[in-house]
């Protein structure tokens, strides 16, 4: 299994351009999560879904949107992206039932100038 | 201009000597936490976690406790090894979807 992938790994975006970063999970989870990482902070919870078709938002969504049409993916959104954007993106999923954990994605390091 | 990051806090520990690192969390109607480590450039990674009704739990060298009377949380590394510098991460939920709030972090840096 692959767990938790990401795509890309990195991107460089000048303001006001729009991307989408995919999360894709293989483990039949059915709860999956973004997540922003700034310098010395921890994870913030941008939005999350609960299953397919469902989503919510999370902590910090202004900016964001998100999708998630099939069970293992979990797409998030940048309209129109801005400086204040830049961060470490990561994915998470999780089973439903048993424990809270999170298997999370390797992240994506995103720069706005 | 430059921005000025939060600079976590950092414990600095000897190789083969025990590490504690602490976490105060803010919900008291919390009932699960977990520990994450996370490696430079890596996601976070599950070390340990446990639920309310315990105040122990120990795994393969680590050991968490919870004091839900001071909502304080630690997490101890037994015999810590240069494998072991990461920033470690503490995170509570209660309910709602599983949902995690995370602690801002400690910097372990194991010294030979």
């Known amino acids: ?113 | 201009g430059e921005s000025v990051g939060l600079h976590l806090p950092t414990l600095s520990v000897q190789e083969g000597d025990n590490s504690i690192i602490n976490c105060a969390y803010s919900n008291s109607a919390s009932d699960y936490f977990i520990w994450y480590k996370q490696e430079s450039g890596k996601g976070p990674q599950f070390i340990i976690d446990i639920r309310s009704n315990m105040d122990k739990r120990q795994g393969q060298r680590v050991t968490v406790l919870l004091n839900k009377t001071v909502k304080h949380l630690s997490l101890q590394i037994a015999a810590t090894q240069p494998g072991d510098s990461a920033v470690y991460f503490c995170a509570e939920s209660h309910g709602s979807w599983g949902k995690l709030q995370f602690g801002a972090g400690t910097q372990v840096v194991v010294t030979p």
Request: hydrophobic share 30%; charged share 15%.
């Open chain 1, 1 to 113: 299994n692959a767990g938790v992938t990401q795509t890309p790994k990195f991107r460089v975006l000048k303001t006001g351009q729009s991307m989408t970063l995919l999360c894709a999970q293989d483990m039949n989870h059915e709860y999956m999560y973004w997540y922003r990482q700034d310098p010395g902070m921890g994870l913030r919870l941008i939005h999350y879904s609960v299953g397919e078709g469902t989503t919510a938002k999370g902590e910090v969504p202004d900016g964001y949107n998100v999708s998630r049409l099939k069970k293992q993916n979990f797409l998030l959104g940048l309209e129109s992206a801005a400086p204040s954007q830049t961060s470490v993106y990561f994915c998470a999923s999780r089973l439903l039932g048993g424990t809270y954990e999170q298997y999370f994605g390797p992240g994506t390091r995103l720069t706005v100038t």
